[in-house]
């Protein structure tokens, strides 16, 4: 009797464990999903900030300055359900505008140009790289929590379900290809 009470005991110990375990791997994966949002955030803005910085230059011509300001704007002002579609958009715009290789040679012509190329070619290359881990990281605390056992000891607690941040991030071939960037 004693023997069993104490196999039991151990069982329930084991399964508490391994559940407590599971709670906090769910938990490290949501902080990790926090962080990566951050870091997208960061490159969407800064991303959305050289662009505009751009297009105030005087080195486009006007037509392709007030497309490309004005989706930046969007795109920094976007409340967050309609963000994605901002985003989207400047990426859109983005390739409008450096869809060729002679407008970036003519940003580069111009004073500064130079360094206002590299900075929007690294700053339209790092977003999809940061989508991606925001994206990796919600797909594993995604597939985490359609666990039975998760659901069942509610181990996610109150956080809520994540979603992937999905958008247009093709970067415009006149950036992409740029060497030494």
């Not at 997208?40 to 803005?45: G, I, K, V």
């Not at 991303?47 to 300001?69: F, K, M, N, W």
């Not at 976007?78 to 869809?99: H, T, W, Y």
């Not at 206002?116 to 991606?132: F, G, N, S, T």
């Amino acid at each position: 009797m004693t023997s069993t009470l104490i196999w039991i005991v151990v069982a329930l110990v084991a399964i508490g464990l391994y559940l407590s375990w599971t709670a906090g791997r769910l938990d490290r994966l949501h902080s990790r999903i926090d962080a990566a949002r951050a870091a997208l955030d960061a490159q969407l803005l800064r991303r959305a900030s050289v662009a505009q910085e751009l297009a105030t230059a005087g080195v486009l011509d006007p037509a392709a300055s007030i497309v490309l300001y004005e989706a930046a704007h969007a795109a920094r002002q976007a409340e967050e359900d309609q963000r994605e579609v901002a985003e989207s958009d400047l990426s859109q715009a983005l390739r409008a505008v450096f869809g060729e290789t002679a407008q970036v040679e003519a940003v580069q012509a111009a004073p500064g140009g130079e360094d206002a190329a590299r900075e929007l070619a690294q700053a339209v290359r790092r977003v999809p790289m940061a989508r991606r881990f925001h994206n990796d990281a919600v797909r594993a605390a995604r597939a985490l929590r359609r666990h039975r056992k998760v659901r069942w000891f509610r181990l996610a607690g109150h956080a809520p379900f994540p979603l992937a941040f999905e958008m247009d991030d093709e970067p415009p071939t006149a950036l992409a290809d740029r060497p030494g960037t």
